[in-house]
């Protein structure tokens, strides 16, 4: 946290631990749901989670066969579980598995790059300048327009595409989202929404017709720009040879997305009649709009890959069908993702990335809340879909394609429990020092990401808590320089409007290192939170009125 700039103050923290205060006793479980929750033991949940982040699955990669190997144990425990499968084959028969296609590539820098034209006078530059892949190879010149943050938001009165035509032209943005320090601010006060993604301004300017996006950091920034603060992580961001990139072929974002560094972006904005700062600040001082056709410049982009090979992964899902006949059709998803960053052979042996709280922890959540359900003897009146997705690390891959496929209709998903990292005490870190202020005392607390979009979800959390006794956290929900809001796998189905919250129990030195093992983990804090889960996903399965959806939270 920056003392008073870069992070939240404590006083906005909302806590809740009514049942952990002394003198207070907790709410006792409903009996009705007591069998399920006595269900999720510690000794299960450590079992579970060494063998997941051992040696011999090598790290979980994604399309290698760590991976599938976690993909096929889960199946088999929401079998023994009693599930029933939650896809169907191409066949049309039940499958635990809805198959994930993927492409694997790798780019080239020595080759990538580009090229600025303003009338005759032309620059280029590659990495570490222009920094960024597509799934294929791309060749193409055209005008540079700058739509300033990117952001078409109807629900907050503000359009940077308003009378501005980028159809056949690559369009260059700034990083996040207007007046992101002001607490007041309609774009949810200090935090993120879901205007703040580059992947939500790709599709917005794709829908424009633009044919590429370059994306320069906010000139103005009071933080590290998104690069700055993957590259002060090191562990897998610093791999030789760096982690391939992977991508759904069929994807709805169809054009490419590059990140420029200052001085790049500063050139491109040579023809803009202000400064970088200057256009940000006009932006941020009343919410308008400085977009702008920029004279006599274009861009050129190429992009090719050393290699380029399909494969499939699985999103593993089991359904537990509501009691309820009138209900059933509707749905609360608990998901997690299995797949972590893989090894490396060198030297002195392999270097494994063992992933237990990344996401381990959140996968045998999954697994153990499936188990904990069906021992109940009553059943909720929604359906319950227990999802585990595929290639969360390369980009939320296996839950953006569930988002664009679903197996059951949004429409009428009630609500989404996301685990990942549940399993750790938040330590200081590279990932946030100086970024966020870390209580004194986190063996007993557990942070809720996206409590804006739905205050109801929040509230039904948070009296759940009173059977368990957690110190809730909401902290992440009121920043803006670590995008922790869309960096799993809840953020697609909150694209969609589904009401979701993302279970997390905060960063720590070992975040992407190898030395992220199961032996590091608080496994009875971890066994609160899956309990947690089991009372908050019971309560959206049964409760009359589901959570409402808030498309535009805006700030206080």
Same mark, same amino acid.
């Given at each position: 946290m920056r003392k008073a700039v870069w992070g939240v103050a404590l006083g906005m923290v909302a806590l809740s631990g009514a049942a952990h205060a002394e003198g207070v006793k907790p709410t006792p479980v409903p009996t009705l749901q007591k069998p399920g929750f006595d269900q999720? /033991?510690?000794?299960?949940?450590?079992?579970?989670l060494t063998f997941l982040a051992s040696d011999a699955l090598l790290g979980r990669m994604s399309l290698q066969p760590g991976d599938d190997a976690a993909v096929q144990w889960i199946?088999?425990?929401?079998?023994?579980? #009693?599930?029933?499968? #939650?896809? =169907?084959?191409?066949? #049309?028969? @039940?499958?635990?598995?809805?198959?994930v296609p993927l492409v694997e590539y790798r780019p080239n820098p020595a080759a990538n790059g580009l090229t600025l034209r303003i009338g005759a006078a032309e620059q280029s530059w590659k990495a570490p300048d222009v920094l960024g892949g597509y799934r294929d190879d791309v060749d193409l010149t055209a005008p540079l327009v700058f739509a300033g943050y990117g952001i078409t938001a109807p629900g907050v009165g503000y359009d940077d595409y308003k009378g501005l035509d980028v159809r056949g032209k690559v369009v260059l943005v700034f990083e996040h989202e207007p007046q992101e320090n002001d607490p007041a601010s309609r774009f949810n006060g200090t935090g993120n929404t879901r205007h703040a993604t580059n992947r939500v301004k790709a599709l917005n300017a794709q829908a424009h017709g633009a044919l590429a996006v370059l994306v320069v950091a906010e000139p103005n920034r009071k933080h590290p720009s998104n690069l700055e603060r993957v590259n002060r992580i090191g562990g897998s961001a610093r791999r030789v040879p760096p982690l391939p990139g992977q991508a759904? @072929?069929?994807?709805?974002? /169809?054009?490419? &997305?590059? =990140? &420029?560094s200052d001085a790049v972006g500063a050139a491109l904005l040579a023809k803009a009649g202000m400064t970088p700062q200057a256009l940000q600040s006009a932006i941020d001082t009343g919410l308008a709009p400085q977009s702008r056709a920029l004279a006599e410049t274009s861009v050129a982009l190429h992009l090719e890959n050393t290699s380029r090979t399909r494969g499939v992964s699985a999103n593993v899902v089991g359904l537990l069908p509501g009691s309820d006949p009138a209900?059933? @059709?509707? =749905? &609360?998803?608990?998901?997690?993702?299995?797949?972590h960053d893989g090894s490396t052979t060198g030297n002195g042996g392999p270097e494994i990335w063992h992933g237990a709280d990344d996401n381990g922890s959140g996968t045998v959540g999954v697994v153990a809340l499936a188990r904990a359900f069906m021992a109940n003897p009553v059943k909720p009146k929604r359906s319950i879909l227990f999802t585990v997705f595929a290639a969360e690390e390369r980009g939320l891959l296996g839950s953006y394609y569930m988002a664009m496929h679903p197996l059951r209709p949004l429409a009428t998903t009630r609500a989404m429990i996301n685990f990942d990292m549940i399993g750790r005490n938040e330590e200081a870190s590279d990932q946030t020092t100086g970024l966020i202020e870390i209580p004194k005392d986190t063996t007993n607390r557990l942070n809720l990401i996206g409590a804006t979009y739905s205050p109801d979800f929040n509230r039904t959390v948070q009296a759940a808590n009173r059977s368990v006794g957690l110190d809730l956290d909401d902290r992440f929900d009121h920043e803006n320089a670590l995008n922790v809001f869309f960096r799993s796998d809840q953020f697609p189905f909150v694209l969609k409007d589904v009401p979701a919250m993302w279970f997390n129990t905060g960063f720590h030195p070992d975040y992407h290192h190898t030395t992220d093992t199961a032996d590091r983990i608080n496994y009875p804090k971890m066994t609160k939170i899956v309990k947690l889960a089991y009372l908050s996903a019971w309560r959206f399965a049964s409760e009359a009125a589901p959570p409402a959806f808030v498309p535009d939270p805006a700030g206080h």
């Open positions: 999720i /033991r510690e000794a299960d949940l450590r079992a579970d199946a088999a425990e929401f079998a023994k579980a #009693g599930l029933q499968p #939650g896809a =169907t084959d191409a066949k #049309g028969a @039940p499958s635990w598995y809805q198959i759904l @072929p069929d994807d709805e974002l /169809r054009i490419p &997305v590059l =990140t &420029v209900l059933a @059709p509707e =749905t &609360v998803i608990i998901s997690a993702h299995h797949d």
